[in-house]
């Protein structure tokens, strides 16, 4: 399963960008479906996730509120709308396909991964 993630891109503080991350092949489906962001020089951290039919979805806190995680069973896309950017949410985001249908904010709690799209908000 291969997932690739779009949408990061270079904003200034307050404005807003929608990540999207397809998979290869509707696999995820039936699993839970998340994002993670890894800023430089530290570790990879958990912010969303969203059981499978979308009836469950988690944030880390410092996103509540601002960010919204939703997914598109049929198109098997997974999507991450953030509003309100802080140069603190600058990182690298990652989607990932959960190992149950659903699932917590353990990376090991996650099979596949995409390659990551860069967010950079300047204040």
């Known amino acids: 399963v291969q997932l690739q993630a779009s949408g990061g891109g270079s904003v200034q503080a307050g404005d807003s960008l929608r990540l999207s991350c397809a998979a290869s092949r509707r696999t995820g489906s039936n699993n839970a479906m998340a994002w993670f962001r890894q800023a430089p020089g530290k570790e990879r951290e958990f912010v969303a996730t969203i059981s499978w039919n979308g009836g469950s979805t988690s944030y880390t806190e410092s996103v509540k509120g601002r960010f919204t995680i939703s997914r598109d069973n049929a198109k098997g896309t997974v999507y991450l709308q953030m509003n309100s950017l802080k140069p603190e949410d600058t990182a690298a985001y990652y989607c990932?396909?959960?190992?149950?249908?659903?699932?917590?904010?353990?990376?090991?709690?996650?099979?596949?991964w995409g390659q990551g799209t860069l967010v950079t908000v300047s204040s």
């Open positions: 990932a396909v959960g190992r149950k249908a659903v699932a917590g904010t353990g990376r090991n709690e996650y099979q596949y």
